[in-house]
């Protein structure tokens, strides 16, 4: 078997490198004329048909030129790639648009999915958390119209939820008042993951008022706390797709963007990236979803006092500018830990 030497590798970097700025098949005259390395192009071309052999490069039928393969990216990432530096721009331009004025974790995500996908040109997806851990702050219960209020659930992350239920018309708004009264008492300072069946039931049982109007309440307060909880995703810059050449076919681009319309599969993309790593790259055929088997997916996880609350990642060719996309994943995953600790961070305080 033949190892891949150093002059081996410092062909393959060079031809990757030069495959992801021009997506144009490198030939070892390019590779010669482009790159000091003191060789001949006889050399590299004797040193690029062992790389084919190996597995790192392909020949398309079309050219003379190579191009990377799964193997060649993946062994470019883990060994060969510099993680570029952001400049003091770009550090600067990252920073100014994640520290907008935000009071609620699901709408930071969602700027941080756009900044994402407006930093790299590619597809960014984000999975908001799931808010067990977020605390009930205050809930009301107001007369909307004649036999109709409006149940409203706050919490300290500055989600707010709301549900329509109907009412008795006899109802009036001073045992709406004290409705609102009882539940703060009750579930206030609760957190989402400890509101159960058994402290509804409690409070059906305590809170005497005639009618269906307790029960009403209680399942739009359910409703509510079942929308605080479930996670969202959010998806930026589809369209970037059409800016890289490999998507030029139409019928390839529109299988992509269907495959992004569908949120199951979303979930699925991302949850198949889950891993220990801070930062996660899959390529091509390493993706476990199979919409996505001709695209690299990036992905990094966001967390609340050292636990894992949800993640972030961005989706492209497998011709990606995998350096620019770590050192800016990195940079804002940094922010979101920042911001989220700031919104719920006293979330763990008695």
Not at 33 to 45: F, N, P, Y
Not at 83 to 91: F, G, Q
Not at 203 to 209: A, R, T, Y
Request: hydrophobic fraction near 40%; glycine fraction near 4%; proline fraction near 3%.
């Amino acid at each position: 078997m033949m190892l891949l030497d150093d002059r081996k590798q410092r062909i393959l970097q060079a031809i990757i490198d030069d495959y992801i700025s021009t997506a144009e098949p490198v030939g070892s005259r390019t590779v010669a004329r482009k790159h000091e390395l003191g060789l001949s192009s006889a050399t590299i071309r004797n040193e690029m048909a062992d790389l084919e052999e190996m597995g790192y490069l392909s020949q398309p039928h079309t050219s003379a030129g190579r191009i990377p393969s799964d193997k060649g990216y993946r062994f470019y990432v883990d060994k060969l790639m510099k993680v570029r530096e952001l400049s003091a721009d770009e550090t600067e331009s990252l920073r100014r648009a994640m520290e907008v004025r935000i009071s609620e974790v699901n709408q930071l995500l969602k700027q941080a999915s756009a900044v994402m996908s407006r930093f790299t040109n590619y597809t960014s997806v984000a999975v908001t958390p799931q808010m067990k851990k977020s605390v009930i702050k205050a809930i009301q219960t107001l007369p909307i119209d004649t036999g109709k209020a409006l149940v409203v659930v706050v919490t300290n992350a500055g989600v707010i939820r709301n549900s329509i239920v109907k009412i008795p018309e006899s109802i009036l708004t001073d045992t709406l008042t004290r409705v609102s009264n009882f539940l703060n008492e009750k579930l206030s300072n609760m957190t989402i993951e400890q509101v159960d069946k058994l402290i509804f039931d409690e409070i059906e049982q305590e809170l005497v008022i005639p009618g269906k109007l307790v029960k009403s309440v209680l399942d739009a307060v359910i409703n509510c706390i079942k929308q605080i909880d479930c996670p969202e995703i959010y998806l930026d810059g589809a369209i970037n797709i059409f800016n890289h050449p490999e998507f030029k076919d139409i019928s390839r681009a529109k299988e992509f963007l269907s495959v992004l319309d569908e949120k199951c599969v979303l979930y699925n993309i991302m949850d198949s990236a889950s891993s220990d790593r801070l930062i996660n790259v899959l390529i091509g055929a390493e993706n476990k979803v199979e919409e996505i088997k001709d695209c690299s997916l990036v992905t990094t996880t966001y967390s609340l006092g050292g636990v894992t609350i949800g993640s972030i990642g961005v989706i492209g060719p497998t011709r990606m500018e995998y350096s620019k996309v770590i050192s800016s994943m990195k940079f804002i995953r940094d922010k979101l830990n920042q911001e989220i600790n700031k919104l719920l961070g006293d979330v763990d305080e008695d």
